[in-house]
C-alpha cells in the first residue's frame, strides 16, 4: 500500500487506525471539511472507523457529522497510510486511508463536529487547500 507523508520511525510504537474519507464531486465543486480545533486544515470528510462498524456505515456517518450532508452510491476508489501523531487520542498511529467516491445528495444540518465546517470549492481550489497529499492524488486522479 503506498505511504504519503513521514516514513515510519524506528522503535516508534504505532496503533493501526482504519479510516474512511470521501471525495465528494458536484456541479463541478468539491464538498470539503475545514477541521479547526487544534489541526486547522482543510481535508476530504470521513474519519476513523469504530470498532463493530463498517466502513460504509461509518463512511456516512462521518461525513454527515462533519458536514451536515447525507451522500449514495460511495465507491471504494483506493487506499494509502500515513504515519502520524494523533494529539487528540494522544497516539502514534498507522492511518490507514480508505478513499470512496460518493454523491452528496441533500444537507440535512450543520456539521455536528465542534470545530468543523463544510466549504463547496472548485477542484482547484482543493488541490491547493488539501494539505494531505495523498487525498491530492486522489482528488487529481479520480475527480
Known sequence: MRRYGESKVLGQTYRTRPGVYALLPRNGRVLLTYQGGIHHE????????DPGESPIAA????????????????????SFRRFVYMP???MWAEKICRIYRA???RRLSEPLEPDH???WVSPEEAA????????RDFL???L
Open 42 to 49: 482543510f481535508q476530504f470528510p470521513g474519519g476513523g472507523v
Open 59 to 78: 463512511l456516512h456517518r462521518e461525513v454527515f457529522e462533519e458536514t451536515g450532508w447525507r451522500i449514495a452510491s460511495p465507491r471504494l476508489i483506493g
Open 88 to 90: 487528540e487520542y494522544d
Open 103 to 105: 454523491f452528496p445528495v
Open 117 to 119: 465546517s463544510a466549504h
Open 128 to 135: 491547493i487547500l488539501l494539505e494531505n497529499r495523498g487525498e
Open 140 to 142: 487529481n486522479t479520480r
